[in-house]
């Protein structure tokens, strides 16, 4: 079966890219498979795998109507292999490349190069596995715990997508890159996870909304990237995958919202006005909202890390190479080249901060984390409609991008959430006051009470106003009982 808009599920992994007739790869998928589902059964979400979960499965690539739920066992998820359709007439669209034919193999200049990305970005998709797999043990509601698996199993399904890139194009090298891929754990200190924020814990379900909302988003920056490229099987890969991902951010973005509704709720029915009053809002049982600031700025933080050094030789090469643009590349109005344009990128000068023009090519890292903060914003925005709608008197905000930062022009130093640069001394004292300290942390877990009744939710969170697949309120997501 050739490339299709359908998803053949007659060999062993479902895919459109016409396995079956390419046996090559379709036996290194079926070899590295049986490590797969050991990693998935060891690694995946504890306790939970002999469970119905109400998912959805992906059956074509069509835009409308691709996927399909009802109740799987997450091992048995056909993990496929799903890539967006080819339009024969694409072509490279920025760099030293553009306006030639998108390439169908791997140029081999620019394979190291190629494979590097391919490995970084199917490094952090098993990684937020192992990061959330203790959750579903706490999850506040059944709704709460599908959307866990279900984002679960399509980071599974990255990983897949991923790979299969590795061992269709990269031959040897890309076998043993999809073996290390199974290798590595989040927070191993002898093989950790490649990125810093994948070897984070994410120890409760508002780390894990955080996660989804912020670092998810940064998955989507990235993967837009990618499906700019110039390689064009990368490109539709990256393509489907961030259909996918945008479920993975909605999780994260009405989960918070939840917790902010019924924190302002309780807040309501107590007649309790001050939201820094911390101890009083505690004590109705939901997460107070400068505790969620704290959180925000945590994961703000370290998902900036993702973008890599303001300025990055590495990322201009990319670009000029041709094999990862910015941020919806063709809609930019300018030569697509860069190699004379300026962008401004925040630097650190004589001991402050301020904006320095530096060559576009070499800022390509800072323009793409520039369009994340402001799509971040746009998140957090939506969050303040809830507060204001409940008449208290807080707002959320984004800390600024110096704020306890470990990779890049700001790693050096400390600064506050308002971009204070702080000595050693300054910053000590006050640092608990802007990140979660460790009584934050053994608050929000007291509250993290399993809630698997149908339409039942936990103390701290509302629920949400529309089912998944627009099912009812009490509908049972997860079979816990017949389990
Ligand atoms: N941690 O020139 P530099 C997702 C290294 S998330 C550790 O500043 P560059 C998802 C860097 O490797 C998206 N090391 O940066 C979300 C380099 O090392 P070498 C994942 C770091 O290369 C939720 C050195 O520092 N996808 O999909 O321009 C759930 C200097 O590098 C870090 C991608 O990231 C770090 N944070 O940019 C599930 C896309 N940052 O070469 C999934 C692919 C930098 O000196 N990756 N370093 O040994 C890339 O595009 C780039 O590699 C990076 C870094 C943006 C990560």
Known sequence: MAETQRVDYSTKIPNNVGLADDQRVLKALEQWHPGYLDWWMTMGPEGFQTFDVYLRTAVSIEP????????????????????????????????????????????????????????????????????????????PSLYDMRNLFQVNVEEGRHLWAM???????????????????????????????????FNEETPDWLSFFMFTFFTDR????????????????????????????????????????????????????????????IAAVRRLGVIDLPTMQKKANLHFSLSLDLFGSEVSTNAASYYNCGVKGRFQETRIEDDHVLTSATYAVSK????????VAEPALTAINMR????????????????????????????????????????????????????????????EPRKDAWLPSKADGEFI???????????????????????????????????????
């Open 218 to 277: 940064d998955g989507k920056m990235q993967l837009e990237s990618l499906a700019q490229s110039g390689f064009d099987p990368l490109s539709r890969t990256c393509r489907f995958m961030l259909t996918e991902e945008a479920h993975h951010m909605f999780v994260g973005e009405t989960g918070i919202a939840r917790a902010i509704e019924r924190t302002c709720q309780a807040m309501r029915e107590a007649g309790i006005e001050d939201a820094n009053d």
């Open 348 to 355: 650190l000068v004589n001991g402050g901060i301020s904006m």
């Open 368 to 427: 793409l984390r520039d369009d994340y903060v402001a799509d971040c914003n746009k998140g957090v925005e939506r969050w303040n409609k809830v507060i204001e709608k409940n008449g208290i008197d807080f707002r959320l905000r984004l800390p600024h991008v110096a704020f306890h930062r470990a990779i890049g022009e700001f790693a050096v130093i400390h600064a506050s959430p308002t971009g204070e640069v702080l000595s050693q001394e300054q910053w």
């Open 64 to 139: 409308k109507g691709w996927a399909k739920f009802d109740y799987v066992k997450m091992p048995q998820y056909r993990w496929g292999i799903l890539l967006a359709p080819r339009q024969e007439e694409r072509c490279v669209n920025f760099g030293a490349h553009k306006g030639e034919k998108a390439w169908q193999e791997v140029p081999g200049e620019y394979r190291a190069m190629l494979r590097r990305l391919i490995v970084i970005q199917g490094d952090t998709e098993p990684a937020s596995v192992e990061q959330q797999r203790f959750l579903g043990k706490t999850a």
């Open 445 to 483: 877990a007291s509250l993290m009470l399993p809630c698997w009744e149908r339409g039942k939710f936990a103390s701290w969170i509302a629920a949400p106003k529309i089912g998944i697949d627009n099912k009812p309120g009490d509908f049972e997501y997860v079979r816990i009982d017949r389990a």
């Open 163 to 197: 790979v299969y890139l590795l061992q269709k194009y990269f031959g040897k090298d890309g076998r043993e890159e999809a073996e290390g891929l199974l290798e590595r754990r989040s927070g191993d200190p002898d093989k950790p996870r490649m990125l810093g924020a």
